[in-house]
């Protein structure tokens, strides 16, 4: 030691310089555990195709792995289940009626607070990379800094669905430019680009979205040529056709006939086996294709030795029919609209094969990372569920909330469903429309693909009850009047040329 101390030139810290120096190193671990977070999610991935929920069609391995290495719940429910509302639901952790977003194409107020603007206030760095879908402006149409909701770094579009020809914005840059070749891939690579040169020093928040597997329900040529449609084993449900029938043959609201034509020839794609095969094949391909990419970003936080350090989720903004109940597209109560994936890995908290049945909604997504994390939020309608999911506290929520709110959707236009308000248990879903007349209810303990509806079931009418109870108190907390008319009020207070809204009530007078 003596020779080693002359040599080197150094002598012994006093016990003082020692304790300064366990100081600087505390202080210097606990930043560096501050973990990063990168959250991940597909636009209209129903859990069902995944093969860690059970899915039979394909397999995804990447996706599996992270499923095994930390959490997987079971009951993640998309509340409202189309894009525009549950990414509203996301970013803020607010009910649709408390941020604004209550249609497709409608403008998130920027003054609202956003996990990403929390991020940032707590020494994160921030970035959003794919599709956005919340401005409203015009789906092409640049976003300003301003509007991106805390977001610095900034390679996204409002919305396209042109994958093999889709455009972004890369930063301030105001002219478009296209993501080479099936942009899910590219988005990727973008979003390894941006974790291999963030800055090291500070803790990073990455949200990454992409746009398959939403129709068109296109991919890559070597991931179509994996499936073969005719093979594909398709769900029980896609013979029923009651609950779609009731609704054409006995119509709630008219529809302006200059949609009729364009949107009805549209239930060919939920009715027609070949179609909806040909559908669901590429839908499948998408799949396999997001999990192959998912698994090229894990293993890049791996080899930048962050892995370990970093919350990392994977998710969907809601389902697809895919021709189940032969409905067309999504935002019906069903289970293959509204069930989607929620998977997490952060080994320091939780541990590999867990699995919660806890009830889910988009509102807590981020809260419960958050929690994680053990960052602050503003006040906001979601819970932190992370001492939940580990088992730290007990499960008492017995329901969340299910909504569509408004008629200018594709499901409106080609299936004719009515505005509704819903519940979801961990055994039922049940759905009223807004005039309180009772609409589906489906124990989907004992009928998981939904082939019975009991809600005329006389047997059944106590439960109605409890949940027309549990129900009305959720939509005191979401704020939600139960009232198109005021809802219809408001957009167009806020775009008085939202033509397909102004048809709607043109037709249907008083209505609406």
Known sequence: MRTMKKTLGFRLPSLAALFCISLILTGCAAKSQKPNIVFVFADQLRSQELSCYGGVNIKTPNLDRLAEEGLRMTNAISTYPICSPFRGMLLTGLYPMHSGISNNDHPLNPELPSFAKA???QGYNTAYIGKWHIDGIGRTTFIPK???MGYDHWQALECTHNYFKSQYYDNESEEPEYWEGFDAEAQTRAAQDYIKGRDPEKPFFLTLSW?????PYIAPEEYLAQINSDELI???NISEHEIVNELQNNPRFVIPEKYIESHRKLR?????????RKQYAGYLAATLALDDYFGRLMETLKEEGILDNTIVVFTSDHGDHLGSHQFYGKDAPFIESISIPFLLRYPKAVKGNTVSNALMAPIDMFTTVFGLANLEHSAIDGIDLSKVVINEEKDTRD???LMNLTHFNNTSLINGLDTYRGVQTKQYTYARFEDQTPWLLFDNANDPYQMNNLVDNPEHKKLINELNGK?????MNAGDPENTQQIYDRIIKENPERQLLLDFRNVNPGKF
């Open 471 to 475: 129900l009305d108190v959720l939509l």
């Open 146 to 148: 301003e509007r991106r």
């Open 234 to 236: 398709l769900r029980k």
């Open 268 to 276: 060919k794609y939920a009715t027609d086996e070949q179609m909806v």
């Open 119 to 121: 991020c940032k206030e």
């Open 211 to 215: 746009g398959p597997p939403h129709d």
């Open 399 to 401: 329901a969340i909330l």
